[in-house]
């Protein structure tokens, strides 16, 4: 992978200050005690899952986080046009670059639902700019893609339909597992819905975030243009900015 990996667990280290190892000689005996990377970002480790429910002792914490939804758009008519194994490689492309763009700041890939994907930032890892994270992030994403559409189009594939909408929110999530049949470890709240009818509303190859994110990542998002939305589920117009 492109991205940098660390050699050892920045989950652990910067919430418990314990190098754990993750790849070297020394990582080899923890392994043998389950303890490797996470996939949900393999910077961190399957101790930082396990903090969520066992060592923190608690079903769900309250965090101060970024959520970032990345939506590919044109998966449905893309579907009816060519072969399902090419159909089914080009998701895997968008989960691939959409994973490498999340880890590489420090964000944590936490769902994959049909041609979405769900990202947060802050947690395990902390970051104080974790909505910059989360909007560069954003960015390598789309990049990312345009280059694959690229690549697609040289094959000779009709990637004109091939675009990406993300939405981005930051503030206060409730963080654990929910459910009772099946347990889901993820995070729920307002920020989660505002990130997800921002994906929505984006279009294809097109950012969009609220102003609690154009407020904490004012760096990257200082010449973005903000207008009112209607978004499902809330009763007043929502501001958004393209960035």
Request: glycine fraction near 8%.
């Amino acid at each position: 992978m492109s991205f940098s990996q660390s050699r050892i667990c920045k989950g652990c280290w910067e919430q418990m200050r314990i190098p754990v190892p993750l790849r070297g000689p020394a990582s080899i005996p923890f392994r043998a005690f389950g303890i490797r990377p996470s996939r949900m970002n393999p910077n961190t480790c399957t101790i930082c899952e396990l903090m969520f429910t066992r060592v923190m002792k608690a079903r769900k914490i309250t965090v101060d986080v970024t959520v970032l939804f990345a939506d590919l758009r044109g998966y449905t008519t893309l579907s009816q046009s060519l072969s399902a194994d090419t159909v089914s490689s080009m998701l895997d492309d968008f989960y691939d670059e959409c994973a490498e763009a999340i880890w590489e700041f420090d964000g944590l890939l936490n769902k994959t639902v049909g041609d979405a994907v769900m990202a947060i930032f802050n947690f395990p890892i902390p970051r104080q700019d974790h909505a910059e994270c989360a909007v560069l992030a954003a960015r390598e994403i789309q990049r990312r893609c345009r280059l694959r559409r690229e690549l697609h189009a040289a094959e000779g594939l009709d990637g004109s339909e091939f675009g990406v909408g993300i939405g981005i929110d930051s503030g206060e999530a409730s963080f654990g597992e929910f459910g009772r049949s099946h347990r889901d470890l993820t995070a729920i709240g307002t920020v989660v819905n505002t990130a997800t009818r921002a994906q929505a509303a984006a279009e294809a190859g097109g950012i969009l975030v609220t102003t609690a994110v154009r407020e904490r990542a004012h760096s990257q998002t200082a010449a973005s243009i903000g207008r009112e939305y209607r978004l499902k589920g809330f009763d007043k117009p929502v501001e958004l900015y393209a960035v």
